[in-house]
């Protein structure tokens, strides 16, 4: 890949994996602010405006992370599954796309939290502890990065060096 192509899709890398991190911060703010909020009316608020934030940007963010850290990998001396720290970016980043997929759940909340229906604490607790966790996995893959860790994955039997 050309220089000036490989620093583009490198410059769009690092702005969608760190927009994520911002966007994924954003949840937990707000899914905290729902757990703590004193009217119901407020918690529902916050639970039907979090999709915007998912859709906008959870989404579209770590589709591009995903495709153009591979897209590097791929073009690169790194490869994908050569060296550990990629490999491990690559484990993270489908981690954090399944936690939002299976258990982040803003649209069964406000559903939940409608007419200022409370809702149990700790079903709103779980929900803080989604992005939660998909944000230190999003910490962990920007640390990664910059270390990057000189571990290579060993080769298999008939691996051929290129
Ligand atoms: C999980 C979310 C991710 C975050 C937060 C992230 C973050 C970053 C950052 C900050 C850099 C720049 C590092 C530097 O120049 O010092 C980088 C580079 C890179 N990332 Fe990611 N990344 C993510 C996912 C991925 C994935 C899934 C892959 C591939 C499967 C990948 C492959 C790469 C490669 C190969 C580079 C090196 C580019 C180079 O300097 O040649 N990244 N990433």
Known sequence: MRPRIRKTVLVVHVIAAVALLGEVWALVVLN?????????????????????????????LSLTALATGVTLGLSSHWGVFR????????????????????????????????GGRGVATDRQWGQVAVPAAQLVMLVTATALSVFKPRRRIPRTRGDHPQ
């Open 32 to 60: 905290t602010a729902a757990t703590l909020a004193e009217e119901p009316e407020l918690a529902h608020a916050a639970y039907r405006l979090m999709p915007f934030l998912v859709f906008a940007g959870g989404i579209p």
């Open 83 to 114: 060296h550990s720290w990629v490999a491990a970016k690559l484990v993270l980043i489908l981690g954090v796309i399944c936690l939002g997929a299976f258990l982040f759940d803003p649209v069964g909340m406000a559903a939940a939290t409608a």
